[in-house]
């Protein structure tokens, strides 16, 4: 298994952002987190979709 393929909880994934659990959820009823994978009332994220998430959230400037 690669590592872009193991899965992450919420609770892992919160703490690996700096964000509650909760706003995991707003994230994803918004539409505006990363893919996760729903196993029966499981949620997991892959390491892969989160890094990539992370890639488009990254900027080089501010916009005015």
Known sequence: MYEQDRLMDCNELAKYLGVTPDTLGVYRT?????????????????????????????????FM
């Open 30 to 62: 918004k539409g505006v987190g990363p893919k996760y994978i729903k196993i029966g009332r499981v949620i997991r994220y892959r390491v892969g979709d989160v890094r990539d998430w992370l890639d488009q959230k990254a900027r080089t400037k501010t």
